[in-house]
């Protein structure tokens, strides 16, 4: 459904392939990166936040709904005993009605990612050397 590859020959910045797309995560220097790029939680939220939009306009589309311009304000936190927090607040630029708006915010809990990150997913790692060139 969806792959990347990432390479990384020194420091924190990442090097990502999505299909054709070349992408850079970094850390942000008060991290000790060179901030090159979005940092890991950052990438999260995007991912969150395209996904969730993409998902609006579809439906949107289907009910011949116009959105307008759509603005996605996401945040991660995590609170001194460790629990993690991701808000997400999502604004249209049409006029809506509060029976629109309640649906549209019922699908923002059905898109694909969200439902991913809330019910959590296996990771399986394997870990091997890089042949000699």
């Known amino acids: 459904m969806a792959s990347v590859h990432l390479h990384s020959n020194s420091g924190y910045a990442q090097h990502i392939q999505a299909r054709s797309h070349q992408i850079l995560a970094d850390e942000p220097r008060s991290n000790g990166g060179t901030d090159s790029g979005p940092a890991p939680y950052e990438l999260l939220l995007a991912g969150l936040a395209a996904c969730t939009s993409l998902t609006l306009r579809m439906y949107a589309e289907r009910k011949q709904w116009e959105l307008g311009r759509i603005d ?8 001194e005993q460790g629990v993690e927090l991701i808000t997400r607040e999502i604004a249209f630029g ?12 019922e699908i923002c809990e059905k898109t694909p ?15 091997s050397r890089t042949p000699a060139a």
């Open 72 to 79: 996605a304000q996401l945040r991660f936190v995590r609170d």
């Open 94 to 105: 049409a006029p809506l009605s509060e029976e629109q708006l309640s649906r549209l915010a």
């Open 113 to 127: 990612v969200t439902k991913t990150i809330k019910r959590g997913t296996e990771i399986r790692t394997t870990v």
